[in-house]
């Protein structure tokens, strides 16, 4: 089993940011690509960026330019810095850590973090 242990996300006006961080082992940081996904009211979840154990990175369309996802080789550590936020940004935020030879489908989760963009 997988822990990932995440934390920073809550309550942002408009135009705001906030950073969301998640933990992972150091065996599994060292070896497998990390990703964020969202998953709005009503909707599916969604693919929001992915990091490689390389550096090599993926953002969705929606967030390109606001989201900066990035990685601490030393601190085991995922970060997902979002600015100029929006209200369509407003999910429940999962970490989500997977091996490149297997594929996301075989990943596992966090618990989630909830982000509120709200006036």
């Known amino acids: 089993q997988v822990q990932l242990v995440e934390s920073g996300g809550g309550l942002v006006q408009p135009g705001g940011s906030l950073r969301l961080s998640c933990v992972a082992s150091?065996?599994?940081?060292?070896?497998?690509?990390m990703g964020w996904y969202r998953q709005p009211p009503g909707k599916q979840r969604e693919l929001v960026a992915s990091?490689?154990?390389?550096?090599?990175?993926n953002y969705a369309d929606s967030v390109k330019g606001r989201f900066t996802i990035s990685r601490d080789n030393t601190k085991n550590t995922v970060y997902l810095q979002m600015n100029s936020l929006k209200p369509e940004d407003t999910a429940v935020y999962y970490c989500?850590?997977?091996?490149?030879?297997?594929?996301?489908?075989?990943?596992?989760w966090g618990q989630g973090t909830q982000v509120t963009v709200s006036s």
């Open positions: 989500k850590t997977w091996r490149p030879s297997l594929g996301a489908m075989f990943g596992s």
């Open positions: 990091i490689t154990t390389g550096g090599s990175t």
């Open positions: 150091r065996s599994v940081f060292s070896t497998n690509t």
